[in-house]
């Protein structure tokens, strides 16, 4: 049969083959988070409802408001999204285009749903149902800028208030900045506080106006400092914490002798595509978007399959750099995945790597070093002298080691992969032979396993060869050069390399992270 018709009456394609292969959620208790980088904690919302609901974010770009046209295209993106907006905010919003359908930059806040299947909606791959405003405004090009603060400000007299990291910043007009150190942040849906030893910030969620520029704010604020207080609007900061889950994902699932390819691919719009890929047949694309459900679950719904309106939604698990689902709901009817789903695995490295690593575990024995996840004291001796006094918050960190000789002078160094990882891979620690001593040499972030040691040097000491991908980041393979001094701390700005040699030593040959198996830092 063909693999996936899933065009009617034959629906369920690809779910069915899924299923034979492995045969032989959920509403918020509490607030939901928004996730903009200002908050101390990014809380996940607890789950206990069969179905998922997304975690709310903000997205901002170029807004168009008309008669028969309400949508955003997120910054750098060529992609739409049909905007479900209250009737009061619709208007306002057109009260600041110079005219019908002209652009203004907006930050709004919510989740996306199925788009319709008739209506103006039903030309837009999903839309964005807005649960909040941050920010319209027909003054400022916020895509040009940076919007990564929470900014409060009002007039009469001149008076703002920003908010970065653990720090808030009071100016008023004729006085010197004052700063001060936060000490608690209380988020709930009526109110927003930041909180310092003398001094209160207080959002409130709301439209306001300055009554000074062409903007419309989604906040008021308070100011209270001593027996003062000053009254304005308000912005919160407007990145997407959510990035983390950008990449390109796939699968390969088998039956006899027929094999699926599954790629899915999260851009760091939240646009998202699908690709089947079978032997002797056309590859099938289906289209959509992906949204943060909780910290470890994404939402990835498909709304257009081959050109052809359908709904398909996948709620995906993670574990590590593996996304899994369980089931599959099409146009509203549930199927199961199969007792083993379907498993798809973050892609990193050029393909060349992919096909050398493929080929199998004779290439790797025959060029590769396992890690370890034995307790070896001066492993354990060289890790805890890096941490210092940290040593004691890092317990509980999970390792894995190997020794080996990076700069050809007979002794080994030692490499430590820890388990302070994200969806861009994971942190790597050099110890240099001094002596027979191991001293901290250099930390490597966003690592992927395996990873290759070149026979070709650079101030002595031989290159690194890794595989990127995830977190954002374009799958791709980069060479690390020691400077003299040490290796670069991010793979993903070093040199591109099209073609590693295979001859090349794989390093933690074996592929297993510290979280699947390693030694516990006491």
Same mark, same amino acid.
């Given at each position: 049969?063909? %693999?996936?018709?899933?065009?009617?009456? !034959? +629906?369920?394609?690809?779910?069915?083959?899924?299923?034979?292969?492995?045969?032989?959620?959920?509403?918020?208790?509490?607030?939901?988070?928004?996730?903009?980088?200002?908050?101390?904690?990014?809380?996940?919302?607890?789950?206990?409802?069969?179905?998922?609901?997304?975690?709310?974010?903000? =997205?901002?770009?170029?807004?168009?408001?008309?008669?028969?046209?309400?949508?955003?295209?997120?910054?750098?993106?060529?992609?739409?999204?049909?905007?479900? =907006?209250?009737?009061?905010?619709?208007?306002?919003?057109?009260? +600041?285009?110079?005219?019908?359908?002209?652009? %203004?930059?907006?930050?709004?806040?919510?989740?996306?749903?199925?788009?319709?299947?008739?209506?103006?909606?039903?030309?837009?791959?999903?839309?964005?149902?807005?649960?909040?405003?941050?920010?319209?405004?027909?003054?400022?090009?916020?895509?040009?800028?940076?919007?990564?603060?929470?900014?409060?400000?009002?007039?009469?007299?001149?008076?703002?208030?920003?908010?970065?990291?653990?720090?808030?910043?009071?100016?008023?007009?004729?006085?010197?900045?004052?700063?001060?150190?936060?000490?608690?942040?209380?988020?709930?849906?009526?109110?927003?506080?930041?909180?310092?030893? #003398?001094?209160?910030?207080?959002?409130?969620?709301?439209?306001?106006?300055?009554?000074?520029?062409?903007?419309?704010?989604?906040?008021?604020?308070?100011?209270? !400092?001593?027996?003062?207080?000053?009254?304005?609007?308000?912005?919160?900061?407007?990145?997407?914490?959510?990035?983390?889950?950008?990449?390109?994902?796939?699968?390969?699932?088998? =039956?006899?002798?027929?094999?699926?390819?599954?790629?899915?691919?999260?851009?760091?719009?939240?646009?998202?595509?699908?690709?089947?890929?079978?032997?002797?047949?056309?590859?099938?694309?289906?289209?959509? %978007?992906?949204?943060?459900?909780?910290?470890?679950?994404?939402?990835?719904?498909?709304?257009?399959?081959?050109?052809?309106?359908?709904?398909?939604?996948?709620?995906?698990?993670?574990?590590?750099?593996?996304?899994?689902?369980?089931?599959?709901?099409?146009?509203?009817?549930?199927?199961?995945?199969?007792?083993?789903?379907?498993?798809?695995?973050?892609?990193?490295?050029?393909?060349?790597?992919?096909?050398?690593?493929?080929?199998?575990?004779?290439?790797?024995?025959?060029?590769?070093?396992? #890690?370890?996840?034995?307790?070896?004291?001066?492993?354990?001796?060289?890790?805890?002298?890096?941490?210092?006094?940290?040593?004691?918050?890092?317990?509980?960190?999970?390792?894995?080691?190997?020794?080996?000789?990076? /700069?050809?002078?007979?002794?080994?160094?030692?490499?430590?992969?820890?388990?302070?990882?994200?969806?861009?891979?994971?942190?790597?620690?050099?110890?240099?032979?001094?002596?027979?001593?191991?001293?901290?040499?250099?930390?490597?972030?966003?690592?992927?396993?395996?990873?290759?040691?070149?026979?070709?040097?650079?101030?002595?000491?031989?290159?690194?060869?890794?595989?990127?991908?995830?977190?954002?980041?374009?799958?791709?393979?980069?060479?690390?050069?020691?400077?003299?001094?040490?290796?670069?701390?991010?793979?993903?700005?070093?040199?591109?390399?099209?073609?590693?040699?295979?001859?090349?030593?794989?390093?933690?040959?074996?592929?297993?992270?510290?979280?699947?198996?390693?030694?516990?830092? /006491?």
């Amino acid at each position: 049969m063909p %693999i996936l018709n899933r065009s009617l009456p !034959k +629906l369920l394609g690809l779910t069915v083959f899924i299923s034979l292969l492995s045969a032989c959620s959920q509403s918020p208790s509490g607030p939901v988070e928004l996730g903009n980088s200002d908050d101390l904690q990014k809380q996940s919302p607890p789950q206990s409802a069969p179905t998922p609901v997304p975690q709310r974010f903000m =997205l901002r770009g170029e807004v168009t408001l008309g008669h028969d046209v309400s949508a955003i295209s997120p910054c750098g993106s060529n992609s739409q999204y049909w905007l479900q =907006l209250a009737p009061s905010l619709s208007q306002q919003g057109l009260a +600041l285009s110079a005219s019908p359908y002209s652009t %203004i930059y907006g930050e709004v806040i919510g989740e996306f749903v199925a788009p319709s299947s008739d209506g103006f909606a039903a030309d837009y791959p999903a839309t964005f149902k807005v649960t909040q405003l941050n920010l319209m405004s027909a003054e400022i090009d916020g895509c040009q800028q940076p919007r990564d603060r929470t900014v409060a400000s009002g007039t009469e007299p001149f008076w703002g208030v920003s908010v970065e990291n653990n720090t808030l910043q009071f100016d008023r007009l004729g006085y010197d900045s004052e700063r001060f150190t936060l000490t608690a942040r209380n988020i709930s849906p009526e109110a927003r506080m930041y909180q310092t030893d #003398g001094a209160t910030l207080t959002l409130r969620p709301a439209l306001c106006s300055d009554g000074m520029s062409d903007s419309i704010y989604g906040w008021t604020s308070t100011f209270t !400092k001593g027996k003062q207080s000053w009254q304005g609007c308000a912005t919160l900061s407007a990145d997407d914490p959510t990035q983390e889950w950008v990449g390109n994902y796939q699968g390969v699932t088998t =039956l006899g002798d027929t094999r699926l390819t599954t790629t899915v691919t999260l851009n760091p719009d939240h646009s998202a595509t699908t690709h089947y890929q079978q032997a002797n047949e056309p590859e099938l694309i289906e289209t959509g %978007i992906w949204q943060q459900v909780n910290a470890n679950a994404v939402q990835v719904m498909m709304t257009r399959h081959q050109g052809q309106y359908l709904v398909s939604e996948r709620l995906f698990e993670r574990n590590g750099l593996t996304l899994t689902a369980d089931k599959e709901i099409v146009n509203g009817r549930e199927y199961s995945l199969g007792a083993q789903g379907l498993t798809l695995s973050l892609m990193v490295g050029s393909e060349i790597d992919a096909t050398n690593i493929s080929h199998g575990a004779e290439r790797l024995a025959a060029h590769g070093v396992e #890690g370890s996840a034995e307790f070896n004291p001066k492993v354990d001796a060289a890790l805890k002298a890096y941490l210092g006094d940290t040593a004691t918050e890092a317990a509980g960190t999970r390792y894995r080691w190997l020794s080996e000789d990076l /700069n050809n002078d007979g002794d080994n160094e030692l490499l430590v992969l820890t388990d302070w990882c994200g969806s861009g891979g994971c942190t790597l620690l050099v110890f240099a032979n001094q002596d027979g001593d191991w001293r901290f040499n250099s930390r490597i972030t966003l690592v992927h396993l395996p990873f290759q040691m070149g026979n070709a040097t650079h101030n002595g000491w031989r290159d690194l060869i890794m595989p990127v991908g995830g977190g954002g980041a374009k799958a791709a393979t980069h060479v690390l050069h020691f400077d003299g001094n040490r290796y670069p701390s991010n793979p993903s700005v070093a040199p591109e390399v099209s073609l590693p040699d295979a001859t090349d030593t794989y390093l933690f040959s074996d592929g297993i992270y510290p979280q699947q198996e390693g030694i516990t830092l /006491n």
